[in-house]
């Protein structure tokens, strides 16, 4: 009977852990979303390097302004932002084959080189599918609709 509640138990887990893998694209996108936002808390440089694709490039900081491009935008992350606070409060994905755009109304809180701020965007996301997984090649903050 052990034996048979231990292998019901590891059949279980094994399900459990596959069930991400059989979500759709538009979750698979989400996932991939939350997991960039979670680094930029953690201040994951192995995260940021697997999602945040080779040609990424921010948008929109100042209007009219220059985009900052993923060197720099990844060494902010890691060495002059300080995130204790960040989530989308709105989230949309539209899907088109492997390619997705996100749009969402971004809330965070921390400081920039000690400097505090709290502050809420709206942002498009532009993400495409690569070897098997999402990476995020454009970030454009937005006025609101």
Known sequence: MRML???LAAAI????????ARAGPREAVAA???AWTEA????????FER???KEYTLGGVRPGGPVTPRAVWIDNALHHLAVSEARFDALEVDLKGGRATVRGAFYWKGAFDGEAFTDQVHLIDRWVRRDGRWQVVSRRIVEPN
């Open 5 to 7: 509640t231990f292998l």
């Open 51 to 53: 999602i945040v694709a």
């Open 40 to 47: 930029l808390v953690a201040r994951d440089a192995a995260v």
């Open 13 to 20: 887990a094994a399900f459990s852990l596959s069930e991400p």
């Open 32 to 34: 991939a979303e939350g």
